[in-house]
């Protein structure tokens, strides 16, 4: 029987940045109501969310490696709080070639490998780290914009795999990663 899953790539942080980020999604969600960003693990989106079969998933993270396989780590680095419009909260990732050259080739492979469709995301690529969205009401923004910039903070780490996130139980789950370099 074939089952079709949800998934998307990501870059996730370190344990410790990780736990910081996660930190501020439960304080939102204590101080305003907003849950919905815990419902997966802080991350930069490289593909949103695609169907896929559920019976081909080791084949793709084989075509994975391989197209990673010339990838070389690189440094990734939070700086700050921004928006899209007032409904979503997010950690500033700063702007990077390496990084735009890795989403660019993960969108060409998508396009090539798995027939996705480029979406608005993959041509407006803004690397973020969501801390608050979907259940974030206009009329809170301001409020929870002040909580998090109160709450934010610098950091920067060196990235040296892709995750490929799988939806289980309505929440977004580290499934596999996929080293650079091999």
Same mark, same amino acid.
């Given at each position: ?79 700050? $709080? ?48 969501? $801390? ?15 909580? $998090? ?34």
């Amino acid at each position: 029987m074939k089952i079709i899953q949800k998934y998307f790539l990501a870059l996730i942080p370190p344990l410790e940045i990780m736990e910081k980020a996660e930190e501020i999604k439960i304080r939102i969600r204590d101080e305003f109501g907003i849950k919905y960003a815990l419902k997966s693990p802080p991350h930069i989106t490289l593909k949103m969310p695609f169907n896929f079969s559920e019976a081909k998933e080791g084949k793709l993270i084989g075509l994975l490696g391989e197209q990673l396989k010339d990838q070389a780590s690189f440094s990734v680095k939070i700086s700050g $709080v921004g928006t899209f419009g007032n409904r979503v909260i997010f950690l500033r990732i700063e702007e990077s070639a390496k990084l735009r050259q890795l989403q660019e080739k993960l969108k060409l492979f998508c396009k090539k490998e798995l027939h996705l469709i480029d979406e608005l995301s993959d041509r407006n690529f803004h690397p973020h780290l969501t $801390v608050a969205f979907k259940d974030l009401k206009s009329s809170h923004f301001p409020e929870v914009l002040a909580r $998090v910039r109160q709450m934010a903070f610098e950091a920067e780490f060196s990235t040296a795999d892709l995750v490929l996130l799988k939806r289980q139980e309505g929440k977004w789950i580290v499934h596999r990663k996929v080293t650079f370099g091999g």
